[in-house]
């Protein structure tokens, strides 16, 4: 039976505590705090002082204060007042302040270009160029033969050209830019069409839709979700067609009684009504993986040799580079959007030129990109090398956790991510790690928050690990914060 609301509060309300008495208490223990100067010259605090900025201590210390104020107002009476007793929560807090906030972390999820852990790791090479541009001063616009000003983008359009057999190239800051600068320098104020089956939505705010709306060209919408033909296209060809649009539908697909339009014959109909043919690929590949188990994908120079005036892809999705938006393609259209006023406001800098410029260099020749590029590397990876390499840190972790955890061997697929070929799976195996004493959800979270910290994937009641996605290296430093994570005298929940 529900319970009748009375308006007035019947039940007797406890005696108060004598506020004086407990007032008096609070009050000396907020009199026993020590001053802050006192807390600066107590260990561990005093020994940060030489390499941290004072005022960062000097917050630190006060907000070390301010807490423990807190805890005694709110009558806790355990509290540490002694000035080392504050100092340890100062040096805490200022050491989490200290500590940078972006830092590398060990992907161990098996995910490939993992977007929030950051896509595609570069090669040795692509970092040393960085690094080596970083440094010092560069020619990044300085045309060393005449010694007049040149153009960025000229370290990278010729080799970029020689890759995909275009005419041209440039890249800006990533490929929703490059998408969003080629249809306004080439369709602002009017249409271009695209197949319904085509308006992909990619993460986050960018939706072919939103980006033609943003970039000012109308979107005319052509065919249905699943089938769209050549006549469509022929049919909504006007005088206010600027473009014909294709786009990869990166992270779905459309499966059974479906068409679309091959980008040769979305070619011959521009031409026959001289109206440019527009490619976003998405990733883009400059290579064909299919002999890894992979999809067979057009490679960007199969987009280009079928005719597509423009074509775009991702930097740091399977081609491995720094995050960019490479363009290639016919020389006016090229020239167009690298003349548009937006082109500045997406460039890209000397660092990601220099990885970018180094990434390309290497599929020059296809097999060296295969031993170079981390993210070609770990898709080509033969589930048979994941069992070996699981099967290493299976036996490291079991001798280093012992009654700490269960270890075993699962069979476990790798995914590609970042949006591309979504229904391939890389089969392979990952090290499922079973904590004793805590749970899997706090295992993983004292993982995040490790020194380096580590992600894997929870299943049930177990952590996946899996090699695929770890790089040279990593394996020492993920056994140590398993063992820190695991360790007895934390507290556990
Ligand atoms: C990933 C993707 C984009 C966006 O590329 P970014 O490099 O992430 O900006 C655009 N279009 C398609 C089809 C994509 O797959």
Known sequence: MASIVLPFQLAKTPPLPDPTMAMMTKNDLLRELPAIDRILHAPPLAEMAEDSPHT????????AVAEVRREILAGGQECDLSPQGIARRAAVLARTRLAPSLRPAINATGTLLHTNLGR???SEAALAAAAAVARGYS??????????RGHRYTHIERLLCRLTGAEAATVVNNNAGAVLLALTALGRNREAIVSRGELVEIGGAFRIPDVMAA?????REVGTTNKTHLSDYREAIGEETALLLKVHTSNYRIVGFTSSVSAAELVGLGRQHDIPVMEDLGSGMLLDLSPFG????????????????VVTFSGDKLLGGPQAGLIVGRKSAIEAIRSHPMARALR????TLAALEATLRAYLDPQ???REIPVLRMLAAPAEEIRKRSLRLSRKLRRALGEKAGVEIVAEPSQVGGGALPLTLLPGY????????ISVDSLAARLRLGEVPVIGRVQENRLLLNPRTLQAGEEEPLVSALCAALKEDRSSR
């Open 56 to 63: 960062l201590l000097l917050e630190a210390a006060q907000e």
């Open 120 to 122: 595609a790791p570069l």
């Open 139 to 148: 020619n990044l616009e300085f045309d060393l033969e005449s010694g007049e």
């Open 215 to 219: 970039g000012g060209v109308r979107l």
């Open 294 to 309: 992979l999809p067979r994908e057009p490679t960007v120079a199969e987009a280009v040799s079928a005719g597509i005036d």
């Open 348 to 351: 890209s800098d000397k660092l």
């Open 368 to 370: 060296g990109a295969l």
């Open 430 to 437: 990952a090290v499922a790690v079973t904590p004793q004493g």
